[in-house]
């Protein structure tokens, strides 16, 4: 073998042993010749007494510095291996959702650590968050183009997560065309501006619990705070709701909300452009109550700095969305943040809730779609979270 071979210092190697996929450079034996080496080397790791841990990527200018691939030191990561990995996430898919719209590969839970496939139909989005799954994206268009019948294929390259791996931003088409791409779900069509639109165009980890919120909708006022594109909003007045207010403060996102609206011949429909906050507030003053409110926020704990700051503000929503919830209606709320870990989230919104004099009963505590599977030893990647209450 002409591949690498790394060395984990003495001592590190417990949590490896456990079957964390992660080597940290602090944990490695970095020697000069290591940080000469391009990102997303394939290398071999081992403990300093020879214990074999496989076959790893290496990006000696990243915290994450050695992410794991195979468990056997020889594999040989070419065309082959990346097909074998996709076809797998495509058979847990077939199992496990009902359409052709969801999370197609979720990184280290696929076994392909820092890859992001989401499945439009016929367009799938990628984003590469690691060196190595940037060098291999041919490979990976390859497969994509092979295994489904797919008329394009787009690179989302643009998270944060690619600054850590020193890695440009861009956002390409990298085969076929992809216009005019329509998400169809719970017999809603919504229109996705895969280009130009957050992340990779439409958040599927929420489905399952969109279809939960969408039962408890017929009849109801709802609320959709912190909207974006109205996908709580709109399932709810498909299935019946009285009247839907979204809120959102980006009008692209709210552009989008009356699109679907229209296209879908949703009536009784309001939108407001506000912080969030300011807007609760208002209604607040205005003494409106709703049947049913969703608040699902952007991530406010954005980093482990971030993460006391960001728990408080889970708080403070539950405190305003719960003011403004009719006696025996429902509350959901959620986090995208896996620096908001769920005991601490769930702890801050009831006590928000207890600071808006309610009392409470919770429903329900999910998380996201088994589309977005989670690694046993990365608690990170089950970063979606939420609650349903009953408040009176």
């Not at 993460?307 to 719960?322: H, S, V």
Request: aromatic share 8%; net charge negative; hydrophobic share 45%.
């Amino acid at each position: 073998m002409t591949r690498p071979l790394l060395r984990l210092a003495p001592g590190r190697e417990r949590r490896l042993k456990a079957g964390h996929p992660w080597a940290y450079s602090n944990e490695l034996v970095m020697k000069p010749e290591y940080r000469q080496m391009q990102p997303g080397t394939i290398v071999r790791l081992e403990s300093s007494e020879g214990w074999r841990f496989g076959t790893f990527f290496f990006n000696p200018h990243s915290l994450m510095a050695a992410r794991k691939l195979d468990r056997d030191p020889e594999a040989v990561i070419d065309a082959d291996w990346v097909r074998r990995h996709i076809a797998e996430a495509i058979d847990l898919r077939s199992r496990v959702c009902d359409t052709d719209y969801h999370r197609l590969v979720h990184a280290e839970a696929d076994r392909l650590p820092g890859l992001i496939i989401d499945r439009f139909g016929d367009v799938a989005v990628l984003a590469a968050n690691t060196a190595g799954m940037d060098l291999l994206t041919p490979h990976i268009v390859t497969a994509l183009r092979e295994l489904l019948p797919l008329r394009g294929i787009i690179a989302r390259n643009d998270s944060p997560s690619r600054a850590l791996e020193n890695l440009p931003q861009e956002v390409k088409l990298l085969w076929g065309e992809a216009d005019n791409v329509l998400v169809y779900e719970g017999g809603v069509a919504f229109p996705v501006d895969l280009l130009e639109g957050q992340k990779t165009g439409f958040f599927f980890d929420q489905r399952q619990n969109r279809d939960m919120i969408a039962a408890l909708a017929p009849g109801a006022r709802m609320l959709d705070v912190f909207c974006h594109t109205g996908a709580f909003g709109l399932r709810c007045a498909a299935a019946g709701a009285a009247s839907v207010t979204l809120v959102d403060v980006s009008a692209p996102a709210l552009e989008q909300v009356s699109q679907a609206a229209t296209m879908n011949n949703l009536e009784n429909i309001e939108i407001i452009r506000d912080d969030a906050f300011d807007a609760m507030a208002k209604l607040a003053e205005e003494e409106r109550r709703f049947d049913l409110v969703v608040c699902d926020p952007p991530a406010f704990a954005k980093s482990k700095k971030d993460q006391d700051e960001g728990l408080r503000a889970y708080g403070r929503i539950a405190r305003a969305a719960a003011k403004l919830v009719e006696p025996g209606g429902y509350l959901f709320l959620a986090s995208c943040s896996h620096h908001a870990p769920m005991e601490q989230f769930a702890v801050q919104i009831a006590y928000g809730i207890h600071r808006a004099s309610r009392e409470a009963r919770i429903l329900a505590t999910v998380g996201a779609g088994p589309d977005h599977p989670v690694h046993p030893q990365l608690p990170e990647s089950a970063y979606l979270k939420g609650q349903l209450f009953q408040l009176f």
